[in-house]
Every structure is written in structure tokens, then in C-alpha cells.
């Protein structure tokens, strides 16, 4: 048992003890200046990447989301008929920012001619479309954050004013990690939302 560090010899000086540390391999894929400059286009690269709004929900002090003013108190529910100028009918307080990320539709709605080439779900089955999107390191999502898509122009610019054309609410973020347990970037995996809950056009 004292040569275990023999099978592991790209961890050769590490001492046999629970307790020291792991010395990174200079020579790995540094997957966070790799992502940055796919998506980002960083270090001269083309990117790939399209902008989206984070609205990021207020939280109180036990992570619970603020209600808005307009919420009534007897029925728990928004004001629908004349949207709230401060949550527009979200019923819940937020702030948004613009961050830079990639989408990948994880499933189509049936009908469509993306849906033909989706294995058939078995009779009685509920077919819900999700939606994979893929963020920088630093944008540290959280679970109850949304992402609005919005309209871009032929040359994938966002359109101004930002115009809002799809809601998604997060269902799972995972924060993909690598040397060390550093995050190299988020995958959010999220459902979209109907359109009363897209909010202002600013």
C-alpha cells in the first residue's frame, strides 16, 4: 500500500496524506479561457455567443423572493389587468442585466420539423420542450433567476430598445467544474414561460 501514489502519476508529488493538496497539471485544458473565448470571443476568437437578459429575483434574508406591493394580500396574485410598473406583473420584485451565453433547445414542440427528428414519446406521456443555456463563470445564476431572450438583428446584435420575445424559468443550474472544484462555467437547464410574464420592453 505505499506505493499507491504510483498509479496516479500525474499526481506524483502529492504526499500520501487525506489532507494535502492536489497540484494542478499545467499541462490540462484550461476550459474557462476556452468557454470565454467560444462564447465570448476573448483572446481574438469569433464568438459564438448572443446576448440575453438575467433577471435576477430580490431575495429577503431566508432566500424567499419578495412579493411586490401589488401582490393582494387575500388572493396571493398580481395585478393582471393593469400591469404593476414595478414588476409588470411578475408579482415579485427583480433586477435584470445583460450577460453573453449559448442556447441549446434540449427537445421542439411537436408539429414543428425540429420535432420529426425527436424520438416519439409513448402514449400518454407529457411532452414538456426545455431548454439547455450555457453562461460565463462569473455570472453566478441562482435558482429562482430567469432568462429573457431577446430580439437580435442579422448580425446577432441585440435589437434597441431591447425588445423581450421568450421567458425561461430555471428548472436546475449546475456550476461545471474543474481543477480544484473551480467553476469553468454554468449550465442552466430551463422551461419557458408564457408571455404574460415577460415584463417591461426598455
Given at each position: 500500500?505505499?506505493?499507491?501514489?504510483?498509479?496516479?502519476?500525474?499526481?506524483?508529488?502529492?504526499?500520501?496524506?487525506?489532507?494535502?493538496?492536489?497540484?494542478?497539471?499545467?499541462?490540462?485544458v484550461n476550459l474557462?479561457?476556452?468557454?470565454?473565448?467560444?462564447?465570448?470571443?476573448?483572446?481574438?476568437?469569433?464568438?459564438?455567443?448572443?446576448?440575453?437578459?438575467?433577471?435576477?429575483?430580490r431575495l429577503d434574508?431566508?432566500?424567499?423572493?419578495?412579493?411586490?406591493?401589488?401582490?393582494n394580500s387575500v388572493?396571493?396574485?398580481?395585478?393582471?389587468?393593469?400591469?404593476?410598473?414595478?414588476?409588470?406583473?411578475?408579482?415579485?420584485?427583480?433586477?435584470?442585466?445583460?450577460?453573453?451565453?449559448?442556447?441549446?433547445?434540449?427537445?421542439?414542440?411537436?408539429?414543428?420539423?425540429?420535432?420529426?427528428?425527436?424520438?416519439?414519446?409513448?402514449?400518454?406521456?407529457?411532452?414538456?420542450?426545455?431548454?439547455?443555456?450555457?453562461?460565463?463563470?462569473?455570472?453566478?445564476?441562482?435558482?429562482?433567476?430567469?432568462?429573457?431572450?431577446?430580439?437580435?438583428?442579422?448580425?446577432?446584435?441585440?435589437?434597441?430598445?431591447?425588445?423581450?420575445?421568450?421567458?425561461?424559468?430555471?428548472?436546475?443550474?449546475?456550476?461545471?467544474?474543474?481543477?480544484?472544484?473551480?467553476?469553468?462555467?454554468?449550465?442552466?437547464?430551463?422551461?419557458?414561460?408564457?408571455?404574460?410574464?415577460?415584463?417591461?420592453?426598455?
Open positions: 500500500m505505499s506505493d499507491w501514489k504510483n498509479i496516479f502519476p500525474s499526481y506524483s508529488t502529492v504526499e500520501a496524506s487525506t489532507t494535502s493538496p492536489i497540484t494542478v497539471n499545467t499541462s490540462e474557462r479561457v476556452d468557454f470565454n473565448a467560444l462564447v465570448l470571443g476573448e483572446s481574438g476568437e469569433t464568438p459564438i455567443g448572443q446576448p440575453f437578459i438575467l433577471r435576477r429575483m434574508d431566508n432566500e424567499n423572493k419578495i412579493a411586490c406591493v401589488c401582490v388572493t396571493n396574485e398580481p395585478e393582471r389587468d393593469y400591469p404593476c410598473s414595478y414588476c409588470y406583473g411578475a408579482g415579485y420584485l427583480w433586477d435584470e442585466e445583460l450577460v453573453t451565453g449559448y442556447k441549446v433547445v434540449a427537445a421542439s414542440p411537436a408539429g414543428t420539423n425540429a420535432a420529426s427528428n425527436l424520438p416519439k414519446a409513448t402514449s400518454g406521456h407529457l411532452y414538456v420542450p426545455a431548454t439547455k443555456f450555457f453562461l460565463p463563470y462569473d455570472v453566478n445564476p441562482k435558482r429562482h433567476d430567469r432568462i429573457i431572450e431577446i430580439e437580435l438583428d442579422e448580425e446577432g446584435d441585440a435589437v434597441t430598445p431591447y425588445n423581450r420575445v421568450a421567458v425561461y424559468e430555471t428548472q436546475l443550474i449546475r456550476a461545471m467544474r474543474g481543477d480544484n472544484g473551480k467553476i469553468e462555467f454554468w449550465v442552466i437547464i430551463a422551461q419557458r414561460m408564457g408571455p404574460d410574464t415577460l415584463g417591461s420592453v426598455s
